[in-house]
């Protein structure tokens, strides 16, 4: 055709003319949609992990029996209870709550006091039983500790009668417990074990009895006295002890070091 025909020109119907600004209003709400679907997809997974990793709520009862409360599968009962106690005598924390728990947290520190390199003193010893014991029986126990914490005692801790150790040496008498357990608790008294490990031995480059670990239960029976839980007898067994790990010992350097270095823990719950 020549330059001179008409042109010819087809127009399409309105509704099926297209352009850029028509197909962007259409994306809109689809990006809007979309972005929708990943938060709700984002929210939903983040729940499912919260609650596979979150522990069940609930508090320990701390008795002898199963607890419903486990740090983890098979970790055994899980800590629980009141916040610590706020006062001390003689450097024991003492006031302890008239609960189970309560009671638990006053066996373990006295079980701390009992382990002490203080005991191997004859006033401080003196000093800690009349902290913690009931005051019925005070005379007992305190006979009983003397007689236990005796001279001959002493020496086989490589100690004298004040538990002193030679010159240059450093004694080592510390109990960590471990866990404890509870049983026939009542308003007026309770028993409680109180699973422990301990440090004893002498520290020191010229030492023939090194720092050693034990491990052994105490068995507390306590008394409410009015006031506080006290201490009206005790006893003691070996273990249950763990194997021991493959592990290098410390240098005689390092064990003093540690023992200079670190201190110990009061205990409440």
């Not at 309105?14 to 259409?26: A, D, K, L, M, T």
């Not at 404890?180 to 309770?190: E, I, L, P, Q």
Request: aromatic share 6%; with cysteine.
């Amino acid at each position: 055709m020549s330059d001179d025909q008409p042109r010819t020109r087809t127009r399409l119907p309105v509704g099926e003319q297209s352009s850029p600004q028509q197909n962007h209003r259409q994306s809109r709400p689809l990006r809007a949609l979309l972005a929708v679907l990943v938060v709700v997809t984002l929210l939903v997974v983040a729940i499912a992990i919260a609650n596979r990793v979150t522990p069940g709520s609930g508090s320990g009862t701390g008795g002898g029996g199963a607890s419903a409360d486990r740090a983890g599968s098979g970790a055994g009962p899980a800590p629980s209870g009141d916040q610590p106690v706020g006062t001390t005598v003689n450097g024991i924390p003492t006031g302890y709550p008239h609960t189970e728990p309560g009671a638990q947290s006053a066996a373990t520190n006295y079980a701390v006091a009992i382990g002490s390199a203080d005991m191997f003193r004859t006033d401080s010893r003196h000093g800690i039983i009349a902290t913690i014991a009931d005051p019925g029986a005070l005379a007992g126990l305190q006979g009983r500790l003397d007689q236990g914490f005796s001279p001959e005692t002493a020496a086989r801790f490589g100690v004298d009668t004040q538990g002193q150790p030679p010159k240059g040496l450093t004694f080592v008498s510390r109990t960590i417990p471990v866990g404890t357990k509870s049983s026939g608790y009542t308003a007026d008294g309770v028993k409680v074990d109180v699973w422990c490990t301990g440090l004893f031995g002498l520290a020191g480059e010229r030492s023939t009895k090194p720092v050693s670990e034990e491990w052994f239960t105490l068995t507390l029976s306590l008394r409410w006295t009015g006031s506080d839980w006290k201490l009206s007898d005790y006893s003691r067994v070996s273990g249950p002890a763990p194997i021991p790990p493959d592990q290098q010992a410390a240098t005689a350097e390092e064990i003093t070091g540690a023992v200079e270095q670190f201190g110990g823990f009061h205990y409440a719950r």
